[in-house]
């Protein structure tokens, strides 16, 4: 059973941290390249990170470049996403994402998000 599971999101204040985990299962971790996206109320879903599957290689939103950082453990399974310098803008849910393929199927797998929330 493929399960992401978020989690560390929370309320916190402008200027302020957080750090999300996403720990994945029931599939090639490994072998994934890993995201995390972040839908706002009355917003579209939005790209925020990407990283490769041997983590040699990140992308990040222009809105997040230098204050956020994603990274990952292979060996655990888990991508993270150290947040810095929050902003208002920054409230959204966070969501994980798994992108591959196998030789029979590509998958994309969504996790069930965590709510970040930055008070001015």
């Known amino acids: 059973q493929v399960q992401l599971v978020e989690s560390g999101g929370g309320l916190v204040q402008v200027g302020g941290s957080l750090r999300l985990s996403c720990a994945a299962s029931g599939f090639t971790f490994s072998g994934s390249l890993m995201r995390w996206c972040r839908q706002a109320p009355g917003k579209e879903r939005e790209l925020v990170a990407t990283i490769s599957s041997a983590g040699t290689s990140t992308n990040y939103a222009d809105s997040v470049k230098g204050r956020f950082t994603i990274s990952r453990d292979n060996a655990k399974n888990t991508v993270y996403l150290q947040m810095s310098s929050l902003k208002p803008e920054d409230t959204a849910v966070y969501y994980c994402?798994?992108?591959?393929?196998?030789?029979?199927?590509?998958?994309?797998?969504w996790g069930q998000g965590t709510q970040v929330t930055v008070s001015s």
């Open positions: 994402n798994a992108v591959g393929s196998t030789p029979k199927w590509e998958y994309d797998y």
